[in-house]
């Protein structure tokens, strides 16, 4: 069965950088799309990104010069990194398996979510 | 972006009943359109890709329609289970987009 578990700081300061793990099991990274979502305070949910079978990136205009998705394929792992946070940046993290088959692509496997406030 | 409006925000509603729950789109999405359910531990999994495909393992009380820029999920017998959150998305231009929720509630 396909697992992924988020992981990384639940605090993170303002201006400073915010870093997570993505780990996934029982499928391999080198394979599909690994993406990353967020749900604000308030239920907004925001794609912010993914990282292809290849390693190629793809990203949400809104976060463009400040998130870069990068993978260990070794551990089966993907990072998200988002640079200069403020406190808007204030979310929950989900990582997930982006499936493209045909016609259809969806977020079929979802992490549990990671809480991530962004305080002084 | 393609906005998602999606409607309603909460809703109130006892066992055994049926709900539907719609989403409206700035623009046509051709059927590119995913419903989810968050459940209130947080987890999230998929129930209908593609308008009106059941994704393996949820329930057939669960039905997705709709064409062009409106789109709904129908519940036709709520259950326990079914009170969360539920979102749709579109996946016909990037970036995708999801609408804001609909919180289904016991009345």
């Given amino acids: 069965e396909v697992q992924l578990q988020e992981s990384g700081p639940g605090l993170v300061k303002p201006s400073q950088s915010l870093s997570l793990t993505c780990s996934v099991t029982g499928y391999s990274i080198t394979s599909n799309y690994w993406g990353w979502i967020r749900k604000f305070p308030g239920n907004k949910m925001e794609w912010m990104g993914y990282i292809s079978y290849s390693g190629s990136t793809s990203y949400n205009p809104s976060l463009k010069s400040r998130i870069s998705i990068t993978r260990d394929t070794s551990k089966n792992q993907f990072f998200l990194q988002l640079n200069s946070v403020t406190t808007e940046d204030t979310a929950t993290y989900y990582c997930a398996r982006y499936s493209h088959i045909l016609w259809v692509s969806l977020f079929d496997y979802w992490g549990q979510g990671v809480m991530v406030t962004v305080s002084s | ?107």
């Fill in chain 2, 1 to 107: 972006d393609i906005q998602m409006t999606q409607t309603p925000s909460s809703m109130p509603a006892s066992l055994g009943e049926r709900v539907t729950i719609s989403c409206r789109a700035s623009q046509g999405i051709s059927n590119y359109l995913n419903w989810y359910q968050q459940k209130p531990d947080g987890t999230i999994k998929p129930l209908i890709y593609y308008t009106s495909n059941l994704q393996s393992g949820v329930p057939s009380r669960f039905s997705g329609s709709g064409s062009g820029t409106d789109y709904s999920l129908t519940i036709s017998s709520l259950e326990p289970e079914d009170f969360a959150m539920y979102y749709c998305q579109q996946y016909d231009s990037s970036p995708n987009t999801f609408g804001a929720g609909t919180k289904l509630e016991l009345k």
